[in-house]
Structures are given as structure tokens and as C-alpha cells.
């Protein structure tokens, strides 16, 4: 089994920064695609960014140029670091990551449980 643990979340003030981490851990052989999405009251859920294993990104348009994506693959570990933050990026923020299980074969994708982030003075 797999479990992805995220952490960093919390209340900040506009103009302000935070930065979230997602662990991955189990039985993994290697993790492709990794990211993050986010979900606010009353609203759909929105790919936040995305990187794969070899590095490219993308993002949001709400959100490029504040928000960077990165990730560390020897820990599993993929980061959102949210600078100029705006009361509008207040929603819960879930990670995800594609698992590979064997070297061959297709992956999983799980997710974590989320984290609240809000912004507001």
C-alpha cells in the first residue's frame, strides 16, 4: 500500500507565503507525474501544478509566477512553495502522485488526504 502525507498548510495573510510537502511512502519502485490540486467551497477541483519525473511543469494560470513546483526523488517528496498568496488561493490543497510498482507496467495514482490553507487578514 501506498500513503502520501502532506504538511505545511495553515492560515497566512495576503501577501503572505507558505510552503506545502507530500510524502510518499511503500512499496514503490518509482513515481512518475506528482502535483497538486485544489478544491475551495462551492467550486470544482483544479489542477494547481504538475511535474514529471524528469522535471517539466506546468501550471494554473491563476497561479504562475507565484507558485513553483518542485520535487525530490530520492525522498518521494514533491513541494508547492505558494508565494503572494490572495484570499482566492484559500481551498484545500491535495497531492497526488503516478506509482510505479514494478519497472514495467503502467502506474497508480493515489492521493493524499489534504491540507486547509487560508488566506485572509
Known amino acids: 500500500q501506498v500513503q502520501l502525507v502532506e504538511s505545511g498548510g495553515g492560515l497566512v495573510q495576503p501577501g503572505g507565503s507558505l510552503r506545502l510537502s507530500c510524502t510518499a511512502s511503500g512499496s514503490i519502485f518509482s513515481i512518475n507525474a506528482m502535483g497538486w490540486y485544489r478544491q475551495a467551497p462551492g467550486k470544482q477541483r483544479e489542477l494547481v501544478a504538475h511535474?514529471?519525473?524528469?522535471?517539466?511543469?506546468n501550471y494554473a494560470d491563476s497561479v504562475k509566477g507565484r507558485f513553483t513546483i518542485s520535487r525530490d526523488n530520492a525522498k518521494n517528496t514533491v513541494y508547492l512553495q505558494m508565494n503572494s498568496l490572495k484570499p482566492e488561493d484559500t481551498a484545500v490543497y491535495s497531492c497526488?502522485?503516478?506509482?510505479?510498482?514494478?519497472?514495467?507496467?503502467?502506474?497508480?495514482?493515489?492521493w493524499g488526504q489534504g491540507t486547509q490553507v487560508t488566506v485572509s487578514s
Open positions: 511535474i514529471t519525473s524528469g522535471g517539466s511543469t
Open positions: 497526488y502522485a503516478g506509482v510505479m510498482f514494478y519497472s514495467w507496467g503502467r502506474s497508480y495514482d493515489f
